[in-house]
């Protein structure tokens, strides 16, 4: 690896007042993408979605707890996956160890929950060992399907963003937008942190001069209480051939299924 140029205090500066001026034009594209996103259409939720809660059974309505806007996460802590029930998805336990006090969310009337198969008791373990202190919700299918099902997040992770708006009926739920993929990211400080860094995040995809430190994305995660314990591995299955959008890539030839974590 071979650094960049070394250059004077003043030097430096010049170069940074010219970053500089690229990231406010990221800015102003940003807060016009979200001024869009204010914009995008509503589309009102027709079915009766149940879930598993602390304290019983809830629909998706009594997830708002009472506020305007609603944010769900489908995590991946099923059965069946990481070392389950000890964890669950690699990527869904980094993300959660990212979210943290939800009273701003809430002083803007707006509820953030977490949902996923998994049973509450090993949930609520999970969540204790974890450290994690978020809503979080069991998924229960019924004869006309599931949550995670309709709105796209049965086989990939993904955020939901809902409305409550009263109607003469009563207050009626509609899905205002819904990111999903890299989309996600948004909600990972661990990314936003590395991309200021010199080596940024240090992933094989990335645009980085010769000779930089670099790994397989996704790859080199850990749960938080495992690293230095556990060596890093794929923790996802093969993409979907059917599903030009599935985001995952493909396995390396010389791995095989007994070594690849699904």
Same mark, same amino acid.
């Given at each position: 690896m071979e650094p960049p140029r070394i250059v004077t205090a003043s030097e430096w500066e010049a170069a940074l007042a010219g970053m500089l001026t690229k990231e406010k034009e990221l800015t102003k594209a940003r807060d016009a993408m979200a001024a869009e996103r204010r914009r995008m259409?509503?589309?009102?939720?027709?079915?009766?979605?149940?879930? %598993? #809660?602390?304290?019983?059974?809830?629909?998706?309505? $009594? /997830?708002?707890? &009472?506020?305007?806007?609603? !944010?769900?996460?489908?995590?991946?802590?099923?059965p069946g996956l990481g070392d389950w029930p000890q964890h669950g998805c690699v990527g869904c336990s980094l993300m959660a160890d990212h979210i943290g006090n939800l009273?701003?969310?809430?002083?803007?009337?707006?509820?953030?929950?977490?949902?996923?198969?998994?049973?509450?008791?090993?949930?609520?373990?999970?969540?204790?060992?974890?450290?994690?202190?978020?809503?979080?919700?069991?998924?229960i299918p019924d004869a %006309? #399907?599931?949550?995670?099902?309709?709105?796209?997040? $049965? /086989?990939?992770? &993904?955020?939901?963003?809902? !409305?409550?708006?009263?109607?003469?009926?009563?207050?009626?739920?509609?899905?205002?937008?819904?990111?999903?993929?890299?989309g996600d990211e948004a909600f990972v400080n661990t990314w936003n942190?590395?991309?200021?860094?010199?080596?940024?995040?240090?992933?094989?995809?990335?645009?980085?001069?010769?000779?930089?430190?670099?790994?397989?994305?996704?790859?080199?995660?850990?749960w938080h209480d495992t690293y230095g314990a556990t060596e890093p591995g794929r923790w996802f299955g093969d993409p979907d051939p059917g599903d030009p959008s599935d985001p995952r890539p493909p396995r390396p030839v010389e791995e095989c299924d007994h070594c690849a974590r699904q």
């Open positions: 259409p509503w589309t009102p939720v027709e079915k009766d979605y149940r879930f %598993d #809660g602390p304290d019983g059974t809830v629909t998706l309505l $009594d /997830l708002f707890a &009472g506020r305007r806007q609603l !944010i769900v996460y489908r995590a991946f802590m099923d009273a701003h969310l809430n002083a803007r009337d707006t509820t953030l929950v977490y949902t996923s198969r998994g049973p509450q008791a090993e949930l609520d373990a999970m969540k204790a060992r974890m450290g994690w202190d978020i809503p979080w919700y069991t998924m %006309d #399907g599931a949550f995670d099902v309709d709105f796209g997040v $049965d /086989l990939w992770h &993904g955020t939901n963003a809902f !409305i409550r708006w009263p109607d003469e009926e009563g207050d009626r739920v509609y899905r205002t937008y819904f990111v999903n993929g890299r942190f590395l991309d200021i860094t010199a080596l940024g995040r240090q992933e094989t995809w990335e645009d980085s001069p010769p000779g930089y430190p670099q790994s397989a994305p996704y790859e080199w995660w850990c």
